[in-house]
């Protein structure tokens, strides 16, 4: 077995948390501040981020990929979701940092209730949005405080040995894979400032700023992003910000008939001509920093907070971007399907950062792997509990018959992005396990077999995938499904599967469909496939109905499957399903890989 070359199994130690936030303390007192909020964040909001902008990493040792650190001068709190309950306080020194659930109370919450009259909270403009900064002002407010943004992070102050800027490669994304030109993107986009009369639009988001002019770049860990900025008027010329200086002669080329090209460090001054002349300016409500407000304002501009159209045009997959996702999801299962025969023939031994080596070893054999979508998931046992768990030299355990192995993981090609999850039984699984994996398969498939009318949202559907859980007085804390992009990021907005997915699910968009259940401390179980909205006819309907196309290939344990608790239709869709997965895989599989999975796909009905 190869080392993993996409992904590291070193873990931030919370052992230097205590001296840092020290540090950290004593640069605020010299300047005259009470308090600070870390969230985690670059200056583009993004959940993945370059080196440079792991600050909540480097100061607290929690890795998620989303949390907020308040400290304060006699206590400090870091604010997380559901889905990193387990994790914080695993990562983080305890003693010095509170670990909070933001469903207990959100960051403005603890704010008010912790903040003293008289003091200080300091922010920096540019890791927060407007609407955050608002709440936090609030919050202080209440309290009798004062809410103050501050030019230099005192962090990057205390952040002695801290990475550089970004300087990957930049290149042109090909056209057979983007399916439409970014002259006919930047006409779409113009259209719709003209529609709500915008005089520009600042592009914030990376992912929105690859769209729209097919570009693709390295300078985070394993989305396709080149940082940057995009100033695009409704009339004239639009001007690109990079921030990597690493622009291959096909960009610039390309680039040319599009837009001036320009580095980063002149975006500021470049947004400020925009915004002269009371200009009406575009920022992306859930993107653009505080900073670009205050920017457009000074400059005599307006700035009107609202969502970026690219956004919602991002998320409408074309053809050739089909297309492209269903060769990725085929090309992706043969390499799934190898790693689970592979598990399947595996004896004692095996640890979890073994198995996470061996799935990265399949997927580069095809050739045309790019990177992972995000650093795998691999747990056994108790840490497959953790919904989020990443395997690091310190945590890494065997994989022990008895248990549950839970793998989540994803791969970026050039024509797709794949997001997996498998739950495996190593050895004889108990009855309490199979219980919980066959309801939480019974909300797989309340989403897969969903048939809804057109603008239906993804809060209206998150049900189907709970109420087996519910039924047995069983939940999870984390979304059903999330968007996902293509040959971009594997979450992806603005469509969702949850209790807060407000969004209409349109023809084109691209989501998970992951319901799951954990018991803290024994295991966890999660079955996730992509599937793509399609429009679906009903004979005798009245209505435009919508579905979901299952775009992921990969079978799920039979094992762990309680006929007695499925229904007819339930059994028929998984028969249906396996079928389907075992005729489109096995002419690209090896003969032992062949046989396995034949084995794996056979009707529920058949005795073993």
């Not at 575009?282 to 205050?294: M, N, P, Q, V």
């Amino acid at each position: 077995m190869t080392r993993a070359r996409f992904q590291t199994f070193d873990d931030p130690s919370h052992s230097e948390g205590a001296s840092r936030i020290r540090s950290l303390r004593q640069a605020l007192r010299a300047a005259g501040l009470d308090g600070f909020v870390v969230p985690r964040a670059d200056e583009h909001q993004s959940e993945y981020v370059a080196p440079q902008a792991e600050r909540l990493a480097w100061l607290t040792g929690f890795t998620g990929s989303a949390g907020t650190a308040v400290i304060l001068h006699d206590e400090a709190a870091l604010v997380v979701d559901g889905r990193y309950t387990l994790q914080a306080p695993a990562q983080v020194d305890t003693a010095i940092i509170t670990p909070v659930p933001l469903a207990e109370s959100p960051v403005a919450a603890w704010v008010g209730a912790h903040l003293k009259p008289g003091e200080v909270l300091a922010y920096d403009p540019w890791l927060h949005t407007p609407d955050s900064v608002a709440r936090l002002g609030r919050a202080a407010s209440k309290a009798g405080a004062t809410l103050r943004a501050v030019e230099a992070n005192p962090v990057d102050s205390v952040w002695t040995d801290r990475p550089g800027s970004p300087a990957g490669s930049v290149v042109v994304h090909p056209l057979a894979f983007a399916g439409e030109a970014a002259a006919e993107k930047l006409g779409r986009i113009r259209a719709a400032l003209a529609d709500v009369d915008i005089a520009a639009l600042v592009i914030s988001d990376p992912h929105n700023l690859a769209w729209a002019f097919n570009l693709r770049g390295s300078d985070v860990a394993h989305t396709p992003l080149a940082l940057g900025y995009a100033v695009v008027p409704r009339e004239g010329r639009a001007a690109l910000y990079l921030t990597s200086p690493n622009l291959s002669p096909e960009l610039r080329t390309a680039l040319e008939p599009l837009a001036d090209l320009h580095p980063r460090a002149a975006f500021e001054d470049g947004l400020a001509a925009q915004a002269a002349n009371a200009a009406r300016v575009r920022l992306d409500a859930g993107t653009a920093a505080y900073a670009l407000k205050l920017r457009v304002e000074a400059a005599g501009g307006v700035a009107d907070l609202g969502p970026d159209p690219i956004t919602a045009m991002k998320a409408v997959k074309n053809p050739s971007e089909i297309a492209g996702t269903r060769a990725a999801h085929h090309r992706d299962g043969v390499a799934v399907t190898r790693f689970l025969a592979w598990l399947d023939g595996q004896g004692e031994g095996l640890t979890e950062i073994a198995a996470v080596e061996a799935l990265e070893d399949f997927r580069a054999e095809s050739g045309l792997l790019r990177d992972v979508s995000f650093p795998t998931i691999s747990g056994s046992g108790a840490n497959g509990a953790i919904v989020h768990y990443r395997v690091s030299r310190e945590t890494n355990r065997h994989i022990l018959p008895g248990e549950l192995f839970l793998v989540d993981s994803g791969a970026q090609y050039e024509d797709g992005t794949t997001d997996i999850t498998r739950t495996v039984a190593i050895g004889m699984p108990s009855e309490a396990m199979q219980d919980r994996f066959t309801r939480v398969l019974k909300g797989h498939l309340g989403i897969a077999r969903a048939v809804f009318p057109q603008g239906t949202t993804g809060a209206q559907i998150d049900s189907f995938a709970r109420l087996p859980l519910w039924e047995a007085g069983l939940d999870f804390d984390h979304g059903t499904g999330h968007g996902v992009g293509v040959f971009l990021s594997v979450h992806e907005g603005p469509q969702r599967i949850a209790k807060t997915g407000m969004v209409a699910l349109e023809p084109g968009m691209i989501l998970s469909n992951e319901p799951g259940y954990y018991k803290p401390g024994a295991y966890g179980i999660r079955l996730e496939n992509l599937v793509l909205v399609e429009t679906r006819t009903i004979s005798g309907g009245e209505r435009p109905m919508l579905g979901f196309e299952t775009l992921t290939l990969a079978p799920f344990d039979r094992h762990l499957i309680r006929l007695d608790l499925l229904t007819p239709e339930e059994r028929a869709w998984i028969d249906s399903y396996h079928a389907r997965v075992c005729a489109e895989l096995s002419p690209d599989l090896d003969v032992t890989t062949r046989n396995w999975l034949e084995q794996a796909t056979r009707p529920l009905t058949t005795v073993a």
